[in-house]
């Protein structure tokens, strides 16, 4: 008998349809001998719309209240399944966050998960009651309801089979596995058996949105067996393992692509010590992530060009707090531009292997593809070129990479 989690994503409960079936898939693990968590997401595209409604609502809002707000579609999804379960003959209850409870930081609309009190599900387990969890939430130490960020049921699950020392942590989703890319956008895109925790890291942190970022590296920090697999066909999917159980390692594994970004340029900027700080400390202050950039050798002696990106929905935001600046800080132009997107080339096996940023570099300038920032980390180089180039970029860096399925 072994103790699992099953996550199931938006799509896999769409409809009533889709939660009865994975109520199947629920009710024969639980026949095996099985000990079942469910972290289960809001039915597709409720979260989207319970955001819309809290935008709609106000410009600027309270995020105490959006987190209220957009908790709410799980708590759906929850009992909905309880109750098809039940219907089936399977004993099972919902629980939402508080009530477990998940605790989280008081960073509403991102929480971090700090404690999982899983006594009382661990005794129901143990006495073959299911647990249906409601994913994506949890409770800060005031009480009141946190969300741990888009795709945050990931991590739900992840941090439940750390909390109950789950032996797996399989997670539903609408493709059959982890892919060498994103398989809607590239045909050829091929299905891994196995990828490493920290290919996957990167992975998520670049883009691929198969799995959330913060539910890899929680899973990095606590062994927990990760597997990603369709809800929708039987099959073995893709498990995520440590380096050396890989036995022939690839020089790359994948290729991502995050829309998610915006360029901002400012023109002759003063060449002097405090400069770069003087900019980027009020943009950390006002929380907003700076990912990649490049600052210009001055010409002239005395002056400089910075580039950098943020996440798109921050872009008005950061073009505000450098446009407040200008009293202490000289610069010529504040250029901004969102239709850009981030590319990189994954893989562990870089590290070892010289000439795969320049293969980057290469074949991007035979598609005539202009890169804007380039950035690197050990198992990852990644570009900035124009939006409209992502399919294309994408593509033809899956096939001079070796990565195209036959
Ligand atoms: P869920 O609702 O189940 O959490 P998501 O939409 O968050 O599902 O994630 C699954 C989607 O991730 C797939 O439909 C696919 O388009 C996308 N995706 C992006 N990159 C990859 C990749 N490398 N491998 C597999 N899927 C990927
Ligand atoms: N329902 C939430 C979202 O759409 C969480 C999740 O699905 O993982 O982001
Ligand atoms: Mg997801």
Not at 57 to 73: F, M, N
Not at 94 to 112: K, M, V
Not at 152 to 180: F, N, P, W
Not at 361 to 384: C, D, P, R, W, Y
Request: charged share 25%; net charge negative.
């Amino acid at each position: 008998m072994a103790r699992i989690v099953m996550k199931f994503g938006g799509t896999s409960v769409a409809d009533l349809e889709r939660i009865r079936s994975v109520a199947g898939r629920i009710k024969a693990e639980v026949e095996a001998g099985n000990q079942v968590v469910v972290a289960i997401s809001a039915m597709a595209g409720v979260t989207n719309q319970l955001a819309d409604y809290a935008d709609q609502a106000a410009g600027i809002y309270d995020l105490h209240e959006y987190d209220v707000v957009v908790s709410s579609g799980e708590q759906v999804s929850a009992g909905i399944l309880a109750i098809v379960l039940q219907d089936m003959g399977v004993a099972a209850r919902s629980w939402l966050g508080w009530q477990i409870p998940i605790r989280t930081d008081d960073t509403h609309g991102s929480a971090r998960i700090e404690d999982i009190y899983a006594d009382e599900i661990s005794r129901r387990l143990g006495e073959g009651q299911v647990a249906v969890v409601a994913g994506f939430q949890g409770v800060d130490a005031q009480g009141r309801i946190t969300t741990l960020g888009r795709g945050g049921t990931d991590t739900s699950a992840v941090a439940l089979a750390a909390a109950l020392g789950a032996e797996r942590c399989d997670i539903y989703t609408d493709v059959d596995g982890v892919y060498t890319t994103d398989p809607r956008i590239v045909a050829k895109a091929r299905k891994l058996d196995r990828v490493t925790y920290e290919e996957m890291l990167e992975m998520a942190s670049q883009g691929a949105k198969v799995l959330e970022t913060r539910a890899v590296e929680m899973a990095m920090k606590h062994h927990v067996r990760v597997r990603v697999l369709s809800s929708f066909e039987d099959g073995p999917g893709t498990l995520v393992v440590d380096e050396d159980e890989i036995v022939e390692q690839a020089i790359v594994s994948g290729i991502t692509y995050s829309r998610d970004e915006a360029k901002v340029t400012l023109t002759r900027v003063p060449d002097r010590p405090g400069a770069a700080a003087g900019i980027f400390g009020p943009l950390a202050e006002a929380a907003i992530n700076v990912d990649m950039i490049v600052q210009n050798v001055s010409v002239g002696g005395d002056e400089t060009g910075l580039t950098f990106t943020v996440p798109q929905a921050d872009l008005a935001r950061a073009v505000a707090v450098i446009e407040g600046l200008r009293e202490n800080l000289e610069y010529g132009d504040l250029l901004a531009d969102p239709d850009v997107v981030k590319v990189s080339v994954i893989g562990v096996g870089m590290r070892s292997h010289a000439g795969v940023a320049q293969k980057m570099f290469a074949t991007l300038a035979e598609k005539g593809i202009n890169i804007q920032v380039i950035s690197t980390s050990e198992i990852k180089v990644s570009v900035l070129v124009a939006e409209e180039y992502t399919e294309l970029a994408v593509r033809s860096l899956h096939s001079a990479y070796g990565l195209d399925a036959e």
